[in-house]
């Protein structure tokens, strides 16, 4: 690791940086950080960011932001899970933007979305927008020189009830949820200033 941080300090003296965010597969790995190159989010990861209280929220979702650590003891051997009745939590993207580092994990137990398709559905249109929305984030002030890294967990937590949306997976639940998780990313992006502060408890 020491080789590695190594190369990447030794190669920024010859790079002029861009001032605006880049996308991903236009910034060499040798440039991100340690913690980039494995970006997937581990269990204490999301008990980190669900420790700590919604920076958004509407009837159906909570959205949580916090600074990972870069060091942390090993996890206990109990697994993080959504609860009684839930699926294992499953770290399932990663968002990054400039050199700077976004990981976006999903919670979304089967007790509150029991048909998968339907957790398909809220897990692809999360991903899209996070990523659409990530420059936006950043100007807001979540990611910063500062600090370079942010996890978020956008997690579901009320049901689509199945009497109100009878297909899994129709053109009109898409649009429900996508409009929550613009609301909530709306929300994100007018409250950034705060994310200079993480990690505050629930």
Known sequence: MSDLVGRTL??????????????????????LSPLALKPKLASPDFQQALGTRPVARTAHFAVHFAVPSLQRKHPAKDQLSTGEGGEAVEPVDEVRTHLRVWRLGLVVPKKMARRSVTRQLIKRQARELFRLHAPALEAAGWLHDAQPVGDWVVRLKAPYAKADWPSAASDLLKTAVRDELLAVLEQCIRGGKGARRPGNKA
């Open 10 to 31: 030794g190669s920024l003296k010859f790079l002029a940086l861009p001032a605006l965010a880049t996308p991903i597969h236009t910034v060499p790995s040798s440039l």
